[in-house]
């Protein structure tokens, strides 16, 4: 008898030390995956008890080792290991588990398999609200909104977050009516279901409707937060209507909503683009942390507010600061470039991008470049860059080309862009204009004639460069009734 209870503490303490091993590397693979180690994380992997050899030992995994293994593998090379993860998790049983079904639901996702997406939720034995919404989201991640809308429907029931997917999914798959409508069948809206529909407006240019929906908001018992001040400011720069920019942040510092790095990025954005440069700069300066996101968003609004000789000093502090310029960066340097004439600046800094920040030239900065040469009179070197581009030149480059053509009426070339524009995007205003400003200067008025024959035909609208609302809307005018009725109490200076 005694014999047995020996037999059974050893077996005790054998189990308690091997979930201590588990857990043990279960922590050690996270901090690897944390680290970006992947190897490590392999490695840790091979040790782990989901390994054959040492399940021979008598070490069994937990359904945390699951869940962090695959977790550990979406989005990077490994991802392929999914389906042999899965393989051994049925194997053992774990298959039933919430935590490893939401886990594999999301790999599939990945993997954009969603059969065995939909397989796995009905192998799923315990499908509480966190399955279900697992299997929303990766209908919406994959496109399939109306599978997606199907599983919401039959959903026992559904909290917060199975809204939010529905509506936020719709959102991302630019279907704005039925966003709409699962919003406003929402029972209680929290300040997350809110923003996301705000987000979702500001996202599909809905400018107007954002700002409404914002006003219903501040109606309701519902406080919002800094993602919704920061989505809501981001549809006051869609509108370039700095006044309603203004009684929002007059908003932000009357209601004492702590502003961030995503908040003030925000305050600096809406405030450049609406052409109050200094008011950005201010706040710019006054941040205590500044992230690369608000390095970009204030060399961006000098550029486009056409300081580009401050925006190319901003350029230097933040390389001075320890920063390293990404994709977006360049384009507004490049943009800066262009707009002030800087050639050999714009080349110089242009070669350096991949070899001295690893970031390799995409469309966008062979667009500036192409608009660079262009507004400096180098037409030729223009089309060598666009005939030598690693890619084909897409709308964005041939309208950079002809509107350089417009600017010099150089016909030739203009024709060029035009056909290569009208191959790629038949109808496009750009076309029109151009040819109507080139063809007017030139005095070929049997084609001047032709042209604007065919913009009124086409019902073409000519939109000038900075053109910006000149009324409110309806909404602002009723925000700015609600809202602190002067900004001008509010000191910058305070953030």
């Not at 490994?78 to 998790?89: S, T, V």
């Not at 800094?349 to 995409?362: D, R």
Request: aromatic share 8%; glycine share 8%.
């Amino acid at each position: 008898m005694s014999s047995i209870f020996s037999s059974c503490s050893q077996l005790r303490i054998s189990r308690y030390c091997c979930s201590l091993q588990t857990a043990a590397l279960n922590h050690m693979m996270k901090n690897s995956l944390q680290l970006g180690l992947l190897e490590n994380a392999l490695k840790l992997f091979r040790q782990n008890p989901v390994s054959w050899n040492l399940q021979r030992s008598g070490l069994r995994p937990t359904g945390y080792t699951f869940s962090t293994v695959i977790s550990s593998i979406l989005g990077d090379v490994f991802k392929i290991l999914i389906p042999q993860l899965h393989a051994q998790i049925v194997s053992l049983g774990q298959n039933s588990c919430v935590f490893v079904g939401s886990a594999l639901m999301r790999g599939y996702t990945n993997l954009g398999d969603h059969s065995a997406l939909r397989c796995v939720f009905d192998d799923t034995l315990e499908k509480n609200v966190c399955i279900w919404n697992s299997l929303i989201l990766g209908y919406m991640d994959l496109g399939l909104a109306l599978e997606a809308q199907r599983a919401f429907n039959v959903m026992p029931q559904k909290d917060v977050v199975s809204w939010t997917t529905m509506i936020d999914g719709y959102l991302r798959n630019k279907q704005v009516e039925r966003a709409q409508y699962n919003f406003d069948r929402m029972g209680d809206k929290n300040v997350v279901a809110w923003t996301a529909m705000i987000s979702g407006f500001v996202r599909t240019g809905n400018y107007v409707n954002a700002l409404e929906l914002f006003l219903m908001l501040t109606r309701s018992n519902t406080q919002a937060n800094q993602h919704t001040f920061s989505s809501v400011l981001a549809a006051c720069a869609g509108r370039s209507e700095i006044v309603t920019g203004e009684q929002v942040h007059a908003s932000l510092l009357k209601y004492g909503v702590p502003i961030d790095v995503v908040l003030s990025t925000s305050l600096i954005d809406m405030y450049a683009k609406c052409g109050n440069i200094e008011a950005a700069y201010c706040i710019f300066e006054a941040m205590p942390n500044k992230n690369l996101a608000s390095w970009n968003s204030i060399i961006g609004g000098h550029s486009r507010n056409g300081l580009a000789r401050r925006a190319l000093d901003i350029f230097q502090k933040m390389k001075s600061s320890g920063l390293s310029p990404d994709h977006t960066t360049f384009v507004n340097v490049l943009s800066a470039c262009g707009h002030a004439g800087l050639v050999e600046e714009g080349e110089m800094i242009f070669c350096c991008m991949e070899k001295a920040y690893g970031v390799k030239p995409a469309k966008e900065h062979y667009a500036c470049m192409v608009d660079l040469y262009g507004r400096a009179g180098h037409l030729d070197k223009a089309k060598h860059l666009i005939k030598w581009m690693p890619f084909e030149p897409d709308v964005v480059v041939w309208s950079a080309l002809l509107g350089a053509c417009g600017l010099h009426s150089n016909s030739q070339f203009g024709s060029d862009a035009a056909g290569e524009i009208h191959n790629l995007e038949k109808d496009h205003p750009a076309v029109y204009s151009t040819f109507s400003k080139i063809f007017g200067e030139k005095g070929v008025w049997s084609s001047l004639t032709e042209v604007k024959s065919m913009i009124r035909a086409k019902h073409v609208k000519k939109q000038k460069a900075g053109d910006k609302p000149r009324t409110l809307a309806p909404v602002e005018r009723k925000l700015l009734s609600t809202s602190p009725s002067s900004f001008s109490s509010y000191n910058l200076s305070l953030l």
